[in-house]
């Protein structure tokens, strides 16, 4: 087998198809047409193919969490909006079904934020390097795949909730819901693209995964990572005690502070290894 | 250095090695698996742009400087040339 074919097979075999796999073919074989001799300077055809998808697979990765908080970011806006426009009214005589939809509405966006904006700040702290490891990869796309599919469920339980209440809520809050959600899941879908592109590369890179401690060069909270879900979970349930007293609501703020305290500690347990915010 | 070879005409991969090779002199002789994933990690950036040529009866594909690289190039420039006088008034 030539080297060209063995370096074709090592292309698919790290994702790498299509025009840019035939790019590269036809370069190094025109290259090798000029200098045969070249061949051991290129090296062996899996570190070649490799060296290729770890350069792609950067960039794919990152961009994908670049569009995704974009994307987010426009989603964002809708349900800052359509929330706004619900009100606070009390939501324990709605239907089942809306009411389920509204703890998705309540819960998924955090979820979305946390991991968007988590996903974005390793692509910030990284912007320097060349090349992202295999396992900085994999905590990238999973924050991504989580932040979108999180803001999915949110737009998706917007419309849910849109239909169900209609009757006791304006018609433009509702045409508003159907029309801004419904363009907002479009472009979360669209967001969606770049990130299976970036999980078709599968290059093999070493190093370490990195934490939350290290995109937050916090690094003396590693060892107690919980301290940290605490004082986290604490200054979100303290905001919310205080927008509730803005609102000249303090208690109903109190009872939401706590529960969103709780909800951070949760979401830590849960979801904590999985984004990498603790080994 | 990959972007000062192409600073007067554009060239491929051959050509940008025997021009880095030939410069310094035999110096530099850069590998080619190196050379081919910096060439496409530079177009990615926005530095290189590329377009398939007929040459010798193949295509070849020839990598030029856009005008981002032509900038960064002279900022690298920059930098090296105050870096190098640095060291040569300390070690002189």
Redesign the interface.
């Known amino acids: 087998m030539s080297y060209v074919d063995e370096l074709a097979r090592e292309l698919v075999a790290v994702g790498i198809r299509g025009g840019q796999r035939e790019r590269i073919l036809a370069e190094v074989d025109d290259h090798l047409r000029s200098d045969p001799e070249a061949e051991s300077r290129f090296g062996p055809p899996r570190e070649l193919a490799n060296a290729f998808a770890a350069d792609a697979g950067t960039t794919e990765s990152r961009r994908a969490a670049v569009i995704a908080f974009g994307a987010l970011a426009v989603a964002g806006i809708v349900y800052a909006i359509v929330f706004a426009g619900f009100g606070r009214a009390s939501h324990l005589s709605d239907p089942p079904l809306a009411s389920l939809a509204f703890f998705v509405i309540v819960l998924a966006p955090q979820i979305a934020f946390v991991a968007g904006a988590l996903a974005l700040l390793r692509v910030w702290r990284g912007r320097e390097r060349g090349v992202l490891s295999s396992a900085e990869r994999t905590v990238l796309a999973r924050r991504t795949n989580l932040a979108l599919g999180a803001g999915l469920a949110t737009m998706a339980a917007l419309l849910v909730y849109a239909v169900e209440i209609r009757s006791s809520v304006s018609g433009w809050l509702v045409a508003f819901t159907l029309a801004g959600a419904g363009a907002a899941c479009v472009l979360l879908v669209v967001a969606i693209v770049p990130a299976v592109r970036a999980a078709r590369l599968r290059p093999q890179i070493a190093g370490p995964a990195g934490d939350v401690f290290d995109d937050l060069r916090l690094i003396g909270y590693r060892a107690r990572p919980w301290r940290f879900a605490l004082l986290v979970a604490g200054l979100a349930g303290l905001g919310v005690w205080l927008a509730g007293i803005a609102g000249a609501d303090p208690i109903d703020g109190f009872i939401r502070g706590v529960f969103e305290a709780l909800a951070c500690l949760g979401g830590f347990a849960l979801l904590g290894r999985y984004l990498s915010l603790r080994s | 250095m990959i972007l000062a070879t192409l600073e007067q005409e554009p060239a491929?991969?051959?050509l940008i090695l025997e021009r880095l090779r030939e410069r310094s002199g035999d110096v530099f002789v850069l590998?080619?698996?190196?050379l081919?994933?910096a060439l496409?990690?530079l177009e990615?950036g926005g530095l290189l742009a590329s377009a398939w040529s007929p040459g010798d009866g193949?295509?070849?594909?020839v990598y030029r400087l856009t005008r981002r690289g032509r900038a960064e190039l002279a900022e690298r420039r920059s930098e090296w040339t105050r870096f190098s006088g640095a060291v040569q008034a300390v070690v002189a």
């Open positions: 491929h991969g051959y590998a080619e698996g190196t081919y994933p496409h990690r990615r193949r295509r070849r594909r």
